[in-house]
Nanobody, 124 residues
Framework: QVQLVESGGGLVQAGGSLRLSCAASGVNFSRYLMGWFRQAPGKERDFVAAITWNGGTTHYADSVKGRFTISRDNRKNTVYLQMNALKPEDTGVYYC?????????????????WGQGTQVTVSL
């Protein structure tokens, strides 16, 4: 049974930092491209960042470039999202996802498995 479990969300003031983690089980983690998406209330789920199986290539949404960093530790079956200089518009539920086929990374439909999400709230 595949499980992706996110953690690390919370309430932070604008300009602050958070580090999200996503622990995977039931999958051959090192074979998957891993991504982070976020969903604000009343909005669609948007791409945030992705990382290839060996961490060699990363992709970011324009809105988070220079502020967020995605990384992974295949020994721990975990992917991370370091978020710095947070803004109120970064508020939302953050989801991690696993993509085996690697036909793309920026759209939710490419991904095979999803976590249940962790809430990030950035206040002024």
């Amino acid at each position: 049974q595949v499980q992706l479990v996110e953690s690390g969300g919370g309430l932070v003031q604008a300009g602050g930092s958070l580090r999200l983690s996503c622990a995977a089980s039931g999958v051959n983690f090192s074979r998957y491209l891993m991504g982070w998406f976020r969903q604000a209330p009343g909005k669609e789920r948007d791409f945030v960042a992705a990382i290839t199986w060996n961490g060699g290539t990363t992709h970011y949404a324009d809105s988070v470039k220079g502020r967020f960093t995605i990384s992974r530790d295949n020994r721990k079956n975990t992917v991370y999202l370091q978020m710095n200089a947070l803004k109120p518009e970064d508020t939302g539920v953050y989801y991690c996802a696993a993509d085996l086929s690697v036909q793309g990374y920026a759209a939710a439909y490419y991904y095979d498995y999803w976590g249940q999400g962790t809430q990030v709230t950035v206040s002024l």
